[in-house]
């Protein structure tokens, strides 16, 4: 079974402080997505990175594919309250014949104002 | 980024009868889409590939006569929860295939079953 596990499941912190949240795996991925996800919503797509070692940013989002494409890291400089719900890494394995990405188990963060 | 929109947003329904939610891409045509469950607070779990002009397919552990799944459009694919449950309470979420592999969600179904 291929798993993405997210780390860490929880994180609350103060407005102005900066986070890392990792999405780690032993698959290879062709691709892998970021999502945010608030309540009653659905995800929104973030970032897609399909290159090893690929670095995206957007606004105060810096993602990172890594080398192998085994895994990803989701950093957040001066987070905002805005910044606040579900965050979601899916990746599509590199021997899918189809288009199923393999949810990672989420990680959820709380800004504090 | 590309629209996919569902309805209806939520539904409330008595034990025992059907409810059918749809997913439509509003701006681009998807042969693939794909329908998700949320339980409160947890990830996304695939429950079906829905595939234009042919059968679903479904995850193991989801029951196809449960779910019935039909994409008979470029534009459309639905799914309906049949003989609904209060077990089937969730929140489902469809996702369509845009061009590079970029995924696209709805916003949303919620579903609660008395």
Redesign the interface.
Known sequence: TQLLEQSPQFLSIQEGENLTVYCNSSSVF??L?W?RQEP??????LV?V?TGGEVKKLKRLTFQFGDARKDSSLHITAAQPGDTG?Y?C?G?PRTSG????I????T?LKVLA | GAVVSQHPSWVICKSGTSVKIECRSLDFQATTMFWYRQFPKQSLMLMATSNEGSKATYEQGVEKDKFLINHASLTLSTLTVTSAHPEDSSFYICSAILLFNEQFFGPGTRLTVL
């Open positions: 062709s691709s997505q999502y009653g919503e659905g995800p929104v797509l897609t399909v579900l979601l899916a599509l189809t288009y199923k990405y949810f990672g188990t989420g959820r």
